[in-house]
């Protein structure tokens, strides 16, 4: 996998990692959810259109659950530092009243407050009345300071053990889904390698050619001069790799999946885009088709599992599939859902 944008580690542990756990667990869950057997007697040509629709689906649920677990393993480690801290303020309580207790044994005798500290039950020493009224307030503050540092420290090591064991189920799942993904992929190029070079060609000219006479009036190349500076760049980027080749779930930048350009092309420009099309969608403002301009994100098809970058002219730049690299295609390749303007 490419590497992924990180969050900056909060300062503990958050405890609303339930979300992304759960939320990693169901886009691991979709890998899964695709069909896997071809309509008998289907087409050649159309089983590698579907077998590819498929894999990209899956490819987008993939980067969202590894998104998901790269922001899981920040968290972990950020408990991870907060538990070590926590170790070390309660080790220094320990000692300072230990010292405390020392002091007290050699004046001849154990303060009250200090016994607490070795009570088999400290929770019930403090509940009793008689006990609280022979103990300075420092004391008891102390005391209770410790015994809350402590029991913060205990619950903060099991969330954080429940995270790995989440992480790793998780970690497993995607893994084995990945194979199912690869498996698709590679299905689809045996079938696209078999077939004759002439229905071969044919199919490449039906995917590369569009659907033109569907869709309104487009914006030509003179619309570049309107774009922001930052979609500028981030045209010189996608352009920049033009060539490169489709790597299954990889953001550049020596090979992409479609969002993958996209965030890569974005990042270039100073421009954090999520990691896959489905969230790419909503990173900006929609705006229609007719009002496209260099730089806006073409989403595809009504799940969202496609996109690529409008160019001007009716063209956009995107990693299509495996085997074939980071190129020019018409805009109307295939349904647009929506358009954004980041």
């Known amino acids: 996998m490419g590497s992924h ?19 990693l667990s169901v886009a691991a869950a979709a890998l899964g959810a695709v069909p896997a057997t071809a309509t008998p ?8 259109d579907r077998l590819y629709a498929e894999a990209e689906r899956a490819t987008e649920a993939y980067n969202k659950a590894d998104e998901r677990a790269d922001t899981l393993r920040e968290q972990v480690n950020a408990a991870r530092d907060e538990i070590a801290r926590q170790q070390e303020r309660v080790n220094g309580m320990r000692e300072s009243l230990g010292s405390l207790a020392g002091a007290q044994y050699r004046s001849g005798g154990l303060d009250p407050s200090l016994a607490l500290l070795f009570s088999g039950d400290p929770e019930d020493y403090l509940e ?13 503050g102390e005391l209770k300071g410790l015994q809350e540092a402590v029991r913060t420290l205990d619950q903060d090591r099991a969330e954080t053990s429940r995270k790995l064991g989440e992480l790793e189920r998780s970690r497993k799942a995607v893994a084995a889904h990945k194979k199912t993904v690869e498996r698709k992929l590679a299905r689809a ?9 002439e ?8 995917v590369r050619s569009g659907r033109g006479a569907d869709l309104p009036g487009l914006p030509g190349p003179g619309g570049a001069t309107a774009v922001s500076g930052r979609a500028a760049a981030a045209v010189a980027a996608a352009r920049s790799a033009l060539g490169k080749p489709y790597a299954w779930g990889a953001n550049g930048p020596f090979g992409f999946d479609c969002s993958g350009l ?5 990042a270039q420009a100073g421009v954090a885009l999520p990691r896959t099309s489905q969230a790419q969608r909503y990173a900006g403002r929609q ?5 496209a301009r260099p730089g806006d994100l073409v989403v595809y098809r009504a799940d969202a599992s496609h996109v690529g970058m409008y160019m001007g002219n009716g063209q956009v730049i995107h990693a299509p599939y495996p085997g ?4 020019y295609d018409p805009v109307g390749m295939m349904p647009v859902s929506s358009v954004t303007r980041v």
């Open 287 to 291: 705006v229609p088709l007719s009002q």
């Open 262 to 266: 996209m965030q890569w092309s974005y």
């Open 324 to 327: 074939a690299p980071v190129r």
């Open 128 to 140: 009793r009345a008689s006990v609280l009224d022979r103990l300075t307030a420092r004391r008891a």
């Open 5 to 23: 944008r990180r969050l900056a580690p909060s300062p503990g542990p958050d405890r609303g990692t339930t979300v992304a756990v759960g939320l």
């Open 199 to 206: 229905e071969r060609a044919a199919h490449e000219r039906a």
């Open 41 to 48: 007697h289907e087409d050649p040509r159309t089983e590698v």
């Open 189 to 197: 190029r045996r079938l696209l390698n078999a077939l004759p070079d």
